[in-house]
């Protein structure tokens, strides 16, 4: 069994993911760290106790960071709908997370386990960045670190020009950990776009499922799903769950070796990935950048993990 720990800002699309690592027959997942981005804080901590209580799952979550590390946070509520979940009706509230903060969870679960843990990040990489800044032994203990995070080597941003949201939501904390030395996996926007689109016939094959994990995930997406396609896609796209397919199956996925560094300042620059692909500078390659993930294999996980 792999041991994974994630991090996330429980939105709808990240709920999805967390099912796909909950039910992975090969994957235990040892925790899950909430921070505040997509949704405050205390929102993504009652979504992310609901997804595992929904999937029958005994998974320890903790609260992490309620702000950004240098900035005022700025939700993507506009696009997930007010309760992160699209505002259709859930009971969330009135749970308890576990006592810890999110940032000491991350060391204590990988000094804990060197060599064994895979973390796989969601949202803003507050807690990560945190984490690595108290105990930087981290870097060389964790086995994998999966980023959805930034928008490959084109781009398009999908809240700026060139800028992914999680990036631009705490770009400070996306340079430190960029820089840090961690073994980096970076699964940005443009493979969502590429390859995670929920058509009019897989959004159709997912109603079709008729299984209470398939409609949670239906009519968690419903606001995010409109909000696609009045800016262009097919249907609402799913960075997160590609994510998590790539860390759970990363045999599928082409990469490259590449310098990677975050852009911080303000204006069109917040959060931009700064990638070198042409070996222009002096500095070693230090992520790996997924250029390209299969959709009929990603969808085929996503189904299976939907189903009864």
Known sequence: MRRFLIDTDT?????????????????????????????????????????????????????????????????????????????????????????????????????????????????????????????????????????????????????????????WADPEAAQIVTRSGLPLEFVGWDISIGSAVVTAERHAALKAMGTPLADFAVSIAQVVREFAMSNGLEGDDLPDPIAMAHAIDPSRSEHQRLWVDVMVGDGPQRGVMDVDQIGITDAEPNIDVVTHYPSDHFFEMLYSSLAE
């Open 11 to 167: 939105a709808s699309d990240d709920a999805v993911a967390l099912i796909m690592a909950l039910r992975h027959p090969d994957v235990t997942v040892e925790a899950i760290t909430v921070g505040c981005g997509n949704v405050g804080l205390d929102q993504a901590v009652q979504n992310a106790l609901y997804t595992v209580e929904f999937c029958g799952a005994d998974v320890p979550v903790y609260a992490g960071a309620p702000r950004p590390m240098m900035r005022t946070l700025e939700t993507a509520q506009y696009v997930h709908g007010a309760d992160g979940m699209g505002d259709c009706g859930l009971p969330l509230s009135g749970r308890t997370p576990a006592a810890g903060r999110g940032c000491d969870v991350i060391v204590d679960t990988i000094l804990g386990a060197p060599g064994e843990i895979t973390l796989v990040t969601l949202g803003p990489l507050t807690n990560v960045a945190l984490a690595v800044m108290r105990a930087p032994e981290i870097v060389e203990a964790v086995d994998r670190v999966v980023v959805m995070g930034g928008t490959g080597v084109h781009g398009p941003g999908n809240v700026s020009a060139m800028a992914e949201y999680n990036f």
